[in-house]
């Protein structure tokens, strides 16, 4: 159903374009692209559904089952850099190539985990797949669009990525409800499989602009972002204990070296001064705000279904993928809103949005209809989808081409910071206010539900919060080239 979906929909498009074979060619690469850049969405979602069904079944508590998700996205938020600049040495086709068939090999294994143990170490591996392949999805988009096109363009990518959060949910609970819990990670094998086949057809190999990789500047970001991640996950456990001030300690010294010599290194693996930009560099910090807000709340969303309303899993799916189906139809309809409003005020007003749809699911009760849940993810996601086409197109089209690699990873890399913080965040905020003998507990009695709820209304505000932070950065983003 995907794929037919996604073919005729790209099929459309290469009608549009029909008497430009030029233009034709690029819509194949696209579709290409997409395919491999789907995996990460459906993969995520799907994750975020069956993590209650992966406590049971390895009867852990949620501290431990959180790691299913954050060690994936700490891995690829801390290798991201690395891989966007590999794709300007080397080329974008063949990093893409190289983590398709990495998460494909981590997939089938991560299916016949025995543990969750090992199911973590292979979410590592995924994730190192993964990176591979987000790292240069934007810049692949940018460099065969025109900025005329490039609009459309994202709007299309974010469209597909917003039909994979659509699919994850419905696919893991029905698969985890009739199948096994296993089968989530066999589809993310077989869709890697079909993204192998299509990016050897369509992907061109595009020349590397760049001469050398800074290795040493990669080395100090991974562990920055690797230990400041660490850190916050297992803050809502193990608070300031003396391993998590070292932690802290080593993610702030390796900041600051980092900083230091990407300024005096010819060959530096980011050029500071991109964030002279202020469409750049605040495009990031809205982007990054957008998905703390966005990951804190998924993460909670299907315990607040399942355990506080009752739902069982395929219908706990049914429901997050409401969302995703508002954000495929404003992702769309952002390009037509956009030649009357200005990017930065666009990304303002679909944040504030955003904000009031998580506001509203803050206030439902343990008794919330199945139509209030709807209405508040029907506001949320249509301003989400308005912003993040938005947010890239404005991000990406100021880079000159020797920068498109590293500014493609730049931008997927803060995303995935942000999701890897809001889940942290999430978490550490439920255990802030709800006791761990009441999170590790499948249903709840009605004074542990209230308690329940109280930590979720807090979760719902913070991630509410941070969609404000978006906005405001949003405000101040202005376009301007990078020399």
Not at 25 to 36: D, P
Not at 176 to 201: H, M, Q
Not at 303 to 318: A, C, D, K, N, V
Not at 339 to 349: G, Q, T, W, Y
Request: charged content about 10%; some cysteine.
């Amino acid at each position: 159903m995907l794929l037919l979906f996604c073919f005729f929909f790209i099929r459309y498009h290469f009608c549009m374009e029909k008497q430009k074979s030029m233009s034709v060619y690029r819509y194949a690469i696209l579709w290409a692209v997409l395919i491999g850049n789907i995996i990460g969405p459906i993969d995520g979602s799907m994750i975020n559904v069956v993590l209650p069904t992966l406590s049971d079944a390895f009867s852990v508590p949620m501290s431990v089952v959180q790691w299913v998700p954050v060690v994936n996205l700490t891995v690829v938020s801390a290798t991201m850099l690395l891989f966007g600049k590999i794709g300007d040495a080397v080329g974008y086709r063949k990093p893409f190539l190289w983590g398709l068939w990495l998460f494909c090999a981590a997939s089938f294994m991560a299916g016949f985990a025995p543990s969750i143990t090992l199911l973590i170490i292979l979410r590592a591996l995924q994730g190192l797949g993964a990176s591979m392949i987000m790292s240069v999805v934007f810049a692949i988009i940018t460099a065969v669009f025109s900025p005329d096109e490039l609009g459309r363009a994202m709007g299309i990518n974010i469209f597909t990525v917003s039909l994979g959060l659509v699919i994850g949910p419905l696919l893991a609970g029905l698969l985890t409800n009739y199948l096994s819990w296993r089968w989530v990670f066999f589809v993310d094998g077989i869709v890697a499989l079909i993204g192998i086949f299509l990016t050897a057809k369509y992907i061109p190999n595009f020349k590397g602009t760049v001469a050398k990789v800074d290795y040493l500047g990669a080395a100090l970001f991974f562990l920055f972002s690797s230990t400041l991640l660490l850190f916050v996950s297992l803050f809502s456990t193990h608070g300031f204990s003396p391993f998590n001030q070292a932690l802290l300690t080593v993610s702030v010294l390796a900041l600051i070296l980092f900083i230091y010599l990407e300024q005096v290194n010819p060959h530096a693996l980011v050029n500071l001064k991109l964030f002279r930009n202020r469409s750049f560099s605040f495009g990031l910090i809205a982007s990054f705000f957008t998905f703390v807000s966005q990951f804190m709340m998924t993460f909670v969303l299907p315990f607040h279904l399942q355990r506080l309303l009752g739902y069982p899993p395929h219908i706990s799916g049914l429901i997050v993928t409401v969302f995703p189906l508002m954000s495929m139809f404003s992702s769309l309809l952002s390009q037509f809103v956009n030649a009357k409003v200005s990017d930065n005020i666009l990304c303002f007003i679909s944040s504030v949005i955003s904000a009031l749809g998580i506001v509203a699911l803050a206030f439902s009760g343990s008794d919330s209809s199945f139509l209030l849940v709807t209405f508040a993810l029907v506001i949320y996601g249509f301003g989400t989808g308005l912003f993040q086409s938005i947010n890239s197109k404005s991000v990406m089209v100021t880079l000159p081409d020797r920068y498109l690699g590293i500014g493609s990873a730049m931008l997927s890399m803060i995303r995935n910071m942000g999701m890897a913080l809001g889940v942290a965040f999430g978490s550490l905020t439920l255990y802030s206010f709800v006791p761990h003998t009441i999170l590790g507990q499948s249903t709840f009695s009605i004074s542990d539900g209230l308690l329940f709820l109280r930590g979720l209304r807090y979760t719902y505000l913070l991630s509410a919060g941070a969609s404000v932070l978006a906005a405001l950065s949003s405000l101040l983003a202005t376009s301007e080239a990078v020399e």
